[in-house]
């Protein structure tokens, strides 16, 4: 059984950082498609950058130069490096994944929830201005 665990979230200043962790079991190495999405209160969840087997990585306009995505060399843990933060990213972020494909085209799109089969149960984070 997939499992996708989040931690790292929590409540910062404006233009400091986090490091957001989603660590994945269960399932088969090879091909995969991973990212991180958030949602805020009100509103509709939306990506913010994915990576894949490849190496083809895409991120949101709102958080490209700021966060970076990353997976580990054993592949069992994906990251989202978040720096400046901005009162505007405070929202739950998700850990998402599919492991039977790579991410595909176009590849400057994050990607919709319905593209991903598997979540995590989401790590929150705060940002205070």
């Known amino acids: 059984q997939v499992q996708l665990v989040e931690s790292g979230g929590g409540s910062v200043q404006a233009g400091e950082s986090l490091r957001l962790s989603c660590v994945a079991s269960g399932y088969t190495a090879g091909r995969f498609c991973m990212a991180w999405f958030r949602q805020a209160p009100g509103k509709e969840r939306e990506g913010v950058a994915s990576?894949?087997?490849?190496?083809?990585?895409s991120y949101a306009d709102s958080v490209r130069l700021r966060f970076t995505i990353s997976r580990d060399s054993a592949k069992t843990t994906l990251t989202l490096q978040m720096n400046s933060l901005e009162p505007d990213d405070t929202a739950m972020y998700y850990c998402?994944?599919?492991?039977?494909?790579?991410?595909?085209?176009?590849?400057?799109?994050?990607?919709?929830?319905?593209?991903?089969?598997?979540w995590g149960q989401g790590t929150q984070v705060t940002v205070s201005s």
């Open positions: 998402a994944a599919d492991f039977a494909r790579s991410c595909v085209p176009p590849y400057w799109r994050v990607g919709s929830v319905g593209d991903f089969t598997y």
């Open positions: 990576i894949d087997n490849n190496g083809r990585t």
